[in-house]
């Protein structure tokens, strides 16, 4: 099994840059595809973006492309979602999940292990 630990949530205004993190612990993922997903209160969680365990393939949900950049570093069992621009609509608990499916998926069904999340609040 994976477990995974989110951090890099916070307070930003509109238009500020947050980068979270995703570190996976007792297993590496390295062959594992991980994605990111959100949950505002009162919603479903949502998918944001997924990267393939070779981090060579990557997708978006179309209301954060060009803003917000996945990326991984296997050799520090890492994942990263770099937001810019943020708007308050991306306020939402964010958490990463991890996948045996190579190329990721944008569904949350395919995703075997999940983190606690964390906050990511965007003010006006």
């Known amino acids: 099994q994976v477990q995974l630990v989110e951090s890099g949530g916070g307070l930003v205004q509109a238009g500020g840059s947050l980068r979270l993190s995703c570190t996976a612990s007792g297993r590496t993922f390295s062959s594992n595809a991980v994605g990111w997903f959100r949950q505002a209160p009162g919603k479903e969680r949502e998918f944001v973006a997924t990267i393939s365990w070779s981090g060579r393939t990557t997708s978006y949900t179309d209301s954060v492309k060009g803003r917000f950049t996945i990326s991984r570093d296997n050799a520090k069992n890492t994942v990263y979602l770099q937001m810019n621009t943020l708007k308050p609509e991306d306020t939402a608990v964010y958490y990463c999940?991890?996948?045996?499916?190579?190329?990721?998926?944008?569904?949350?069904?395919?995703?075997?292990?999940w983190g606690q999340g964390t906050q990511v609040t965007v003010s006006s």
């Open positions: 999940a991890a996948s045996p499916v190579s190329l990721g998926s944008p569904s949350s069904s395919a995703y075997d292990y």
